[in-house]
Nanobody, 124 residues
Framework: QVQLVESGGGFVQAGGFLRLSCAAS????????MGWFRQAPGKGREFVTAISRSGFSTYYAASVKGRFTISRDNAKNTVYLQMNSLSPEDTAVYYC?????????????????WGQGTQVTVSS
């Protein structure tokens, strides 16, 4: 079982930046692929980015590529999401997720463990 706790959300002006963190409990963090998803009001949960268990492979949604960076520190059981050049369209609750290694990183169904989410609000 993996328990995930996100932090780092908040309120920022357009063009600003935030860094989200997701701390995982348990001793199996390094065996999981990790993803970030987001859900805006009235919309479904959408893929943002993900990273393989080793950290060697990453994948980004087209809407965030070049602005967001995912990374992980397996020694600290933590995955990070650096978000730059934020726009109001990035406003959402951001969720961290863990899934078994292998398979498409962007596949929401692959992720069995989810955090409670952290709110990111970007003002224009």
């Amino acid at each position: 079982q993996v328990q995930l706790v996100e932090s780092g959300g908040g309120f920022v002006q357009a063009g600003g930046f935030l860094r989200l963190s997701c701390a995982a409990s348990g001793r199996t963090f390094s065996s999981h692929d990790m993803g970030w998803f987001r859900q805006a009001p009235g919309k479904g949960r959408e893929f943002v980015t993900a990273i393989s268990r080793s950290g060697f492979s990453t994948y980004y949604a087209a809407s965030v590529k070049g602005r967001f960076t995912i990374s992980r520190d397996n020694a600290k059981n933590t995955v990070y999401l650096q978000m730059n050049s934020l726009s109001p369209e990035d406003t959402a609750v951001y969720y961290c997720a863990a899934g078994p290694a292998g398979g498409p990183l962007a596949n929401l169904a692959k992720y069995a463990h989810w955090g409670q989410g952290t709110q990111v609000t970007v003002s224009s």
